[in-house]
């Protein structure tokens, strides 16, 4: 299984890159996400946000700090960053970009590139009040565990199926568990018809 940092890197430079068939969508607009993984003395980590529900778009949702990028952004990592750093207080220079997925796209018109980035362990993080209402940590080992996610098959949607993936008393679903599922099927191939269907 994959407890450490090193673990995770050399499962996920071993593997090669899933190519996956996305819906075509044209207009679609660039932004990018940060899958933030911090190393503790238990294990692995994810990093995630609980949405402000006075937002737009996704309100109250789990997600990955991140958003659209901006002219002022040289590429889309430095979206990742400047995002991970406006919404959770986290500083560009404590995280270390060890890879990415596929592009994800959204039913709010976005083009989503998400970003894996080792971060150095911190205190505390900062929200942004006006958009994360609330920030916390998911063990790797839960998310990994493709036997204990949940999938609901759709017809007529952007995607076939939508992914969710409990936690506690929190539910991820929708463009964050589906790349969650992602890096969980990179990571352990042999596990990818592993999940349970709701329909």
Known sequence: MIHTRQDFMQRFSMQPQPSRQRPTQQGLRPAAVLIPIIERDHGLSVILTQ???KLRHHPGQISFPGGRHDAEDKDLVTTALREAEEEIGLA?????IIGKLQDYPVISNFL?????????????????????ADIFEVPLI??????????????RFIYPEVYFIPYQQRNIWGA????????????????????????
């Open 51 to 53: 949405r402000s529900s």
């Open 92 to 96: 560009r220079a404590d995280v270390e």
């Open 142 to 155: 839960n998310i990994l565990h493709q036997p204990n996610h949940f999938v609901y098959k759709l017809r």
């Open 176 to 199: 964050t568990a589906g790349m969650l599922r992602e890096l969980a099927d990179h990571l352990l191939p042999e596990q990818q018809q592993l999940f349970r269907s709701l329909n």
């Open 112 to 132: 989503v590139r998400p970003y894996i980035g080792f971060i150095t362990p911190q205190e505390h993080f900062v929200r942004q009040r006006s958009e994360v």
